[in-house]
């Protein structure tokens, strides 16, 4: 039954859109001076709906079509009000992960740059670095005997050479 009642539906939207049309106002008033003229001006043996009743048979043709054109209008509003909320709840949804994803991706950030700030730079180990090297430089070794200790070191223990 779902599948019929979505089928009918779908019928009466495509219905529905005909009749928002400019197409569907043209062909109704191409029918409305066809049936007007066709009544008015037409073999008097032809002519199906009289003048003198007011063109009652176009009045009731008009009142049938507006019956049932209300009717599937509201259907079709219905029917897109029900897509619209299922979207609106899906961006709803999707809004909902993108801040999720943000705050956990600012969090991390947060966390990055504590960790950073605790790292020792490339700039700094390399200051380190170099001045460790000009200390070395500035003092000789005696590294004759092979033991890569400084001269002083050696003096300062008792080993003065």
Do not use: H
Not at 24 to 44: E, K, Q, R, Y
Not at 102 to 127: C, G, K, N, P, Q
Request: charged share 30%.
């Amino acid at each position: 039954m779902q599948v019929e009642a979505d089928a009918s539906g779908r019928a009466s939207e495509s219905i529905a859109r005909f009749l928002g049309t400019p197409r569907f106002i043209v062909w109704l008033t191409i029918f409305c001076v066809v049936w007007l003229g066709w009544n008015a001006w037409g073999p008097v043996e032809l002519r199906f709906d009289k003048a003198a009743n007011g063109f009652t048979a176009l009045t009731l043709m008009l009142s049938l079509q507006a019956s049932y054109a209300a009717p599937l209008i509201l259907l079709a509003q219905s029917r897109q009000a029900d897509r619209d909320r299922v979207a609106a709840e899906q961006d709803r949804q999707r809004a909902e992960r993108n801040l999720a994803d943000t705050e956990f991706l600012a969090r991390e950030m947060a966390s990055l740059r504590i960790a950073l700030s605790e790292v020792a730079t490339r700039d700094f180990v390399r200051s380190e670095l170099r001045s460790l090297l000009e200390d070395l430089q500035a003092e000789p070794t005696d590294d004759e005997d092979g033991t890569g200790r400084r001269a002083d070191v050696g003096r300062r223990e008792g080993g003065a050479r």
